[in-house]
Each structure stands twice: as C-alpha cells, then as structure tokens.
Nanobody, 121 residues
Framework: QVQLVESGGGLVQVGGSLRLSCAAS????????ISWFRQAPGKERSIVAG????????YYVDSVKGRFTISRDNAKNTVYLQMNSLKPEDTAVYYC??????????????WGQGTQVTVSS
C-alpha cells in the first residue's frame, strides 16, 4: 500500500510561483514513477508532468513547458512541482499519482488527495 500526500498549494497572483510537494509512504519511493495531474472546475482531469523512477526522464504537457519543473528527491520520498509564471488557467486542484509496477505500462494505481492552486488576476 502506498499513501501520497500533496502540499504547497494556495492563492497566488498572476506571474507568481508555487512549489508543490508529493510525499509518499508505505513503499520504496524509488520504485514509483510519479506524475502530477490537475482538474479545473468543469473540466476533465489531465496530466501536467511526470518523472521516471530514476529521475532521468520527464514529461510536460505543452501548456506548462518552460514554466513548470518536476523533480524528485528519493532520500526524502518526495516529488516536487515547481510552478513559475503562473496564469489564471493554471487554477485547479493538483493531484500526484504513482505507478508502482515497473512493467513498461503506465498505470496510476495510487493517488493523493489533491491540493488547491488558485491564480488570481
């Protein structure tokens, strides 16, 4: 069993920055590939960024490229999402999700509770 807890959300002005954290327990953290998703009001949940187990590969949705950076610190069992140059359209609940099985197929079998990010103009 893996438990994921997000933190770091809040209210920020346009152009500001936030750093989200996803802390994991219950499993060897280095065995987890982790992605960040977000869900805005009235919209479907969609992927924002992802990072491989080794940290050598990352993925970003086009709308956040150049503004967001995903990283991991396996010694602290934590994945981060640094969000810069925030825009109102970044407003959403942000979730982290883990793929615990290194079988070559991306399957998010664990999810956190979410943290609210609100970007105000």
């Amino acid at each position: 069993q893996v438990q994921l807890v997000e933190s770091g959300g809040g209210l920020v002005q346009v152009g500001g920055s936030l750093r989200l954290s996803c802390a994991a327990s219950g499993r060897t953290f280095s065995s987890l590939a982790i992605s960040w998703f977000r869900q805005a009001p009235g919209k479907e949940r969609s992927i924002v960024a992802g990072i491989s187990r080794s940290g050598t590969s990352t993925y970003y949705v086009d709308s956040v490229k150049g503004r967001f950076t995903i990283s991991r610190d396996n010694a602290k069992n934590t994945v981060y999402l640094q969000m810069n140059s925030l825009k109102p359209e970044d407003t959403a609940v942000y979730y982290c999700a883990a793929d615990s099985i290194p079988n070559g197929r991306t399957e998010y079998d664990y999810w956190g509770q979410g943290t609210q990010v609100t970007v105000s103009s």
